[in-house]
């Protein structure tokens, strides 16, 4: 519930009985009451029943109205949408509470005293529909979980439909009864906040939060227009980015020298996948999938990996960048690539280390990472992952992540396949051998701070190994910032630039002991043939 906007009516002159802080302290003190009874009791008190004055008849002779209503507030008398818009209800709330009223005493809510009532739900159904939905295994996305930081996921492959007739055979096996569908939905969406499948990409924030503001009410015109005049400029950011794309998509593809790419991690693959109920039961491993296309030829390269080998954080993201970069023309000398603004894994210093490193051991000199706007992040790699999405549907069984590997290489046919290419775990690296020869700093040469959420476009360059390049535009007139990351080193010593990384893991990862168990379990449904991977 939440306070509505205040009337517009010139007759009670409403807004000046009530300031919009006295409207919120109602608003406040009526929904404390935390009891639907004393709410409408509240009602009934504040509602003046009276005769009609004056009778007004319709067609057929009768009066549709049989007494007149005067609301008030603190005293004073308002107008209904005044009323409604202060305790946030609706006209039929009062209506019910004022006719169910006798002698301006409201009646007591009768739903659910039933104790004999054929319809009721008992408690210990409800505990086994919360029992049933606890077997589930949930997971946490890494979008979003600065808004929803409490919001947990079921797998991709469930829905309420098919976590309802899983119920009904959890209930036969366990000799109890089954509650109705729209009871088992009723507990799952006022009982917890899970939803099915993260969401794979962000909402605007600066657009959420325009139209929160704009809906908000304002005494203050010259806001409310500055609102309106942010609105309107924010879309054109967001269209100078696919500006900005296109061009340097076309720019690629008329020079050799000039490779333009975007990466972006798909939705984790579920392995295995099976089709036996008690697989939604059991935590399966992740296998994880970096889609790399190339706008010069488009072409996709899929770098993919299980969760045993390594994990999924700018240091994997970085280390498949390396590999990409290793695997190019000597020809190609500027790199120009697009990703969205996840800081955990693109937007963040150890990307910007392993850039550094690429310039000094490769033959591209010159490397320009430029960010989408949040919520506006549609990338060529998005387009990539739904025609694998789709090939998905056609698939009853993955047992390993090689199986995942075939799928994704056959889920395309022209221009041409995906080129998949299996991560080891010595093809992951850590930039801790860098970040020893520099420093990170939070200002730049010009003493101003550097805010990274701000960030658009990232430059850095062969001549210059321990520069960063930063704009918060992807405008070509606007001049970079300048950060020297280099650290201060003794008078006399030179600083040479690694030429080799350390490996991210000595060992592979372990995976967690609760999930390593339920693949245990899971071997009863997979052929024998694969279980050495396990």
């Known amino acids: 519930m939440e306070l ?15 300031a919009e802080s006295a409207r919120n302290e109602i608003f406040n003190s009526f929904w404390s009451l935390g009891d639907f009874n004393a709410q409408n009791v509240f009602i009934t008190a504040s509602v003046i029943v009276k005769p009609i004055n004056r009778r007004t008849k319709n067609s057929d002779g009768r009066s549709h109205k049989q007494s007149s209503h005067e609301y008030q507030l603190r005293g004073q008398q308002v107008c209904r949408d005044m009323f409604l818009n202060t305790l946030g209800i609706s006209n039929e709330r009062v209506q019910r509470a004022v006719s169910s009223s006798s002698c301006g005493v409201a009646k007591v809510d009768g739903r659910g005293r039933n104790v004999n009532s054929h319809n009721k739900v008992s408690h210990t159904s409800v505990q086994n529909i919360k ?34 007739e899983l119920y009904l055979d959890w209930c036969n096996a366990n000799s109890c009864i089954p509650a109705k569908k729209h009871k088992y939905r009723e507990v799952f969406n006022y009982s917890y906040n899970i939803s099915f499948h993260p969401p794979l990409k962000d909402t605007c924030a600066k657009c959420d939060r325009f139209d929160v503001q704009l809906k908000l009410p304002d005494s203050d015109s010259n806001v409310h227009t500055e609102i309106i005049e942010q609105r309107q400029l924010h879309p054109v950011a967001v269209e100078e980015t696919f500006e900005r794309r296109k061009a340097d998509k076309n720019i690629s593809r008329a020079r050799p020298d ?17 089709q036996t109920s008690v697989a939604f039961y059991k935590r399966q491993l992740w296998t994880y999938n970096l889609g790399l296309h190339d706008y010069t030829t488009d072409d996709a390269t899929m770098f993919m990996w299980p969760e045993g080998t390594a994990g999924r954080g700018s240091h994997e993201i970085a280390s498949c960048l390396l590999k990409y970069c290793q695997s190019l023309p000597g020809t190609v000398s500027k790199l120009i690539a697009y990703s969205d603004s996840c800081a955990g894994q693109n937007k963040n210093y150890n990307i910007v280390l392993m850039w550094l490193h690429i310039t000094q051991v490769t033959n591209v000199a010159t490397i320009d990472h430029k960010f989408m706007v949040p919520g506006h ?36 046919k022209k221009p041409a396949p995906f080129t998949v290419v299996e991560m080891k775990s010595d ?42 390049k930063f704009k918060t535009t992807l405008q070509e007139s606007v001049p970079f910032q300048r950060v020297d990351l280099q650290r201060r080193v003794k008078r006399g010593r030179q600083q040479q630039w690694p030429t080799e990384l350390t490996q991210l893991h000595q060992t592979p990862p372990l995976i967690a002991a609760k999930k390593y168990n339920d693949l245990m379990t899971l071997l009863d449904y997979i052929p024998p043939i694969y279980h050495q991977f396990y």
Request: contains cysteine; aromatic residues 12%; proline residues 6%.
């Open 4 to 18: 509505k906007p205040p009337c517009k009516c010139n007759r009670l002159k409403c807004s000046v009985k009530l």
């Open 258 to 274: 000039i490779k333009a790419i975007t990466f972006d991690l798909q939705q984790t693959l579920p392995t295995p996948h099976l």
């Open 427 to 468: 093809d992951f690296y850590s930039t801790s051998k860098v970040a020893e020869h520099t420093i990170r700093k939070n200002t730049d040469e010009d003493g101003k701070a550097v805010v990274w959420q701000n960030i658009r476009w990232i430059r850095v360059e062969k001549e210059e190994p321990t520069v960063m």
């Open 131 to 164: 029992k049933h939905i606890d077997l589930f295994p949930r997971y946490q996305s890494h979008y979003r979980r600065e808004d929803a930081p409490h919001r947990e996921y079921f797998s991709p492959e469930l829905n309420l439909h098919k976590m309802y």
């Open 377 to 412: 992040s549609f990338l060529a790699s998005d387009s990539d992952f739904s025609v694998i999405e789709k090939a998905k549907h056609g698939v009853q069984y993955v047992y390993t992540p090689s199986d995942w590997y075939s799928l994704v290489h056959g889920a395309r």
